[in-house]
């Protein structure tokens, strides 16, 4: 093949390509595509309430607002029964409820007016055993079915009947009751 040979079929190759892509573009039309970014996660994400279920649709989780704006999250068990519930009080108070299989709460933790407190209830949800502060000072009460405090070691105040007064007793106080309120035994 010469070089004028070849040149013209350079020339040719050229034209015919110039010729089929402007003809390719006027019977295909259309937009161009350009590769885009793929999308970023959210780093923000607001809800006045979130449920976690699992793939039988029971609530395992949810985390919401009530209406008083107390702050709520419930952990449940695998049939959707409450377990573990956290609170935070519009007051910033806030307390952890354990919960038994009944959904009766057994145990309450609780932080209020910056005092904290222990609470264990028996399986008629009555009020059986507190430990707390008060004021900075210790007290674990023990209560009898009827919700009456029966034994109160470290501080507690004492209601006395025959004078009408209240008795501050010491953190190192032990007090017994009877059934009718009543000390039976106390000291120091």
């Known amino acids: 093949m010469s070089k004028k040979q070849y040149g013209l079929v350079l020339v040719v190759a050229m034209v015919a390509g110039l010729v089929g892509g402007v003809v390719s573009s006027w019977f295909l039309g259309g937009t161009p595509v350009f590769a885009l970014k793929a999308p970023q996660p959210a780093k923000i994400l607001q809800a006045e309430r979130f449920q976690v279920v699992d793939r039988n649709g029971n609530i395992r989780a949810e985390l919401g607002m009530m209406l ?35 959904e009766k709460v ?42 009456i405090p029966r034994a109160v070691l470290g501080s507690t105040d004492l209601d006395v009947t025959r004078t009408g007064s209240t008795e501050k007793r010491a953190v190192s106080s032990l007090v017994l009751s009877d059934k009718d309120r009543k000390v039976i035994w106390a000291a120091p």
């Open 106 to 147: 057994r145990a309450i933790l609780a932080l209020a007016d910056g005092e904290p407190g222990l609470s264990l209830f028996d399986k008629d949800d009555k009020i059986r055993t507190t430990l707390s502060l008060n004021n900075g000072d210790p007290a674990l009460e023990l209560f009898d079915k009827n919700r």
């Open 68 to 102: 008083d704006g107390t702050v709520s999250l419930l952990l449940a068990d695998r049939t959707g029964k409450s377990s573990i519930h956290l609170f935070v009080l519009p007051n910033g108070d806030s307390s952890l409820a354990l919960h038994d299989q009944a």
